[in-house]
């Protein structure tokens, strides 16, 4: 194959292929009726490698993870961070966030 | 027998869903300066909290009616917490160890006490009591309790102001019950609290978490 066919063929795999974006984890929480509440759950989420922001959210009584590209945070531990920071968790949800744009 | 009277009262009050000041158990790796200042004590506390269930710090208290001070080394331990959608509730022992200094004595002292609180994002109650034992110094008992609501509900991040009401109790000062409406403003790490005493005495308190 020429240079230029493989040149091609690269351009062509990386235009078509999504982006690998991390994944947003939704975790519902217990106890969590103030700001020392949620400052702690910040700490404690931002100690974690594989945590690109948190976000927390005391209408919703609920905390968003974002999570770093190509890392993830099983619910085992999702819960365990929860649990050790005095709260407990409700629900966990996930949301994959692949994206349909091409990655240049 | 006197104190054994108003200890048993105080656990009986104890009973009702009541609170602490302020969470005296932080986050794990979590430190905290807190200040009070009431009608009956200037305090200060610096904890640090290595697990979500125990603090560790140093306690200065200066004891306006008998006029002494104490220095002391705290423990606050999170007997149990109960994490409900909507509210919290704790339970809380507080001891210390550590030495007070009188007029003319100075004298190994000790204390503890429990504290609990329930709260909402509208509505707060808490109790706690401690009994105080500092030898030729002083020894005494004190209980208080405290309710509030928030007229307005914030998020995380907003300023959040609370409307409260605390009945003291000293069996032994000369003002035996002492009620203090008071506000608290609270934002993010940052907890403030300003009230008047029935007796015309200030109240200041202030938190800072970091």
Same mark, same amino acid.
């Given at each position: 194959?020429?240079?230029?066919?493989?040149?091609?063929?690269?351009?062509?795999?990386?235009?078509?292929?999504?982006?690998?974006?991390?994944?947003?984890?939704?975790?519902?929480?217990?106890?969590?009726?103030?700001?020392?509440?949620?400052?702690?759950?910040?700490?404690?989420?931002?100690?974690?490698?594989?945590?690109?922001?948190?976000?927390?959210?005391?209408?919703?009584?609920?905390?968003?993870?974002?999570?770093?590209?190509?890392?993830?945070?099983?619910?085992?531990?999702?819960?365990?961070?929860?649990?050790?920071?005095?709260?407990?968790?409700?629900?966990?949800?996930?949301?994959?966030?692949?994206?349909?744009?091409?990655?240049? | 027998?006197?104190?054994?009277?108003?200890?048993?009262?105080? %656990? *009986?009050?104890?009973?009702?869903?009541? @609170?602490?000041? &302020?969470?005296?158990?932080?986050?794990? !790796?979590?430190?905290?300066?807190?200040?009070?200042?009431?009608?009956?004590?200037?305090?200060?506390?610096?904890?640090?909290?290595?697990?979500?269930?125990?603090?560790?710090?140093?306690?200065?208290?200066?004891?306006?009616?008998?006029?002494?001070?104490?220095?002391?080394?705290?423990?606050?331990? %999170? *007997?149990?917490?109960?994490?409900?959608? @909507?509210?919290? &509730?704790?339970?809380?022992?507080?001891? !210390?160890?550590?030495?007070?200094?009188?007029?003319?004595?100075?004298?190994?002292?000790?204390?503890?006490?429990?504290?609990?609180?329930?709260?909402?994002?509208?509505?707060?109650?808490?109790?706690?009591?401690?009994?105080?034992?500092?030898?030729?110094?002083?020894?005494?008992?004190?209980?208080?309790?405290?309710?509030?609501?928030?007229?307005?509900?914030?998020?995380?991040?907003?300023?959040?102001?609370?409307?409260?009401?605390?009945?003291?109790?000293?069996?032994?000062?000369?003002?035996?019950?002492?009620?203090?409406?008071?506000?608290?403003?609270?934002?993010?790490?940052?907890?403030?609290?300003?009230?008047?005493?029935?007796?015309?005495?200030?109240?200041?308190?202030?938190?800072?978490?970091?």
């Amino acid at each position: 194959m020429k240079p230029l066919h493989i040149l091609i063929a690269l351009f062509t795999i990386t235009i078509t292929t999504p982006a690998l974006a991390g994944q947003t984890i939704t975790v519902g929480v217990n106890g969590m009726v103030c700001d020392f509440c949620a400052r702690a759950l910040e700490k404690v989420f931002a100690k974690q490698d594989a945590v690109e922001s948190i976000s927390v959210n005391l209408d919703e009584k609920t905390v968003l993870v974002n999570v770093k590209d190509a890392e993830t945070i099983s619910d085992e531990d999702v819960t365990k961070l929860i649990n050790d920071s005095g709260y407990d968790v409700r629900s966990i949800t996930r949301t994959e966030e692949d994206s349909d744009e091409p990655a240049l | 027998m006197k104190r054994l009277i108003c200890l048993g009262i105080g %656990l *009986l009050v104890y009973a009702i869903p009541v @609170e602490t000041y &302020a969470r005296p158990v932080s986050y794990p !790796g979590g430190w905290t300066v807190s200040q009070t200042n009431n009608g009956e004590a200037n305090t200060l506390l610096l904890h640090y909290s290595p697990t979500a269930r125990y603090s560790l710090g140093y306690k200065f208290e200066y004891w306006r009616d008998g006029d002494f001070t104490v220095n002391a080394l705290q423990m606050n331990n %999170l *007997l149990k917490r109960w994490n409900n959608e @909507e509210s919290q &509730a704790n339970l809380y022992l507080k001891s !210390g160890i550590g030495i007070a200094h009188g007029d003319h004595e100075t004298s190994p002292a000790a204390y503890t006490g429990l504290a609990t609180d329930w709260e909402d994002r509208r509505f707060f109650a808490s109790y706690e009591n401690r009994y105080t034992e500092a030898g030729d110094v002083d020894d005494f008992f004190t209980q208080s309790a405290r309710v509030g609501v928030a007229p307005y509900i914030g998020n995380y991040g907003d300023i959040h102001t609370w409307l409260m009401l605390e009945v003291s109790h000293a069996p032994e000062n000369d003002e035996k019950i002492t009620i203090t409406p008071l506000v608290r403003f609270f934002k993010g790490v940052q907890l403030l609290e300003a009230g008047m005493t029935n007796h015309g005495e200030v109240l200041l308190n202030a938190i800072y978490r970091f």
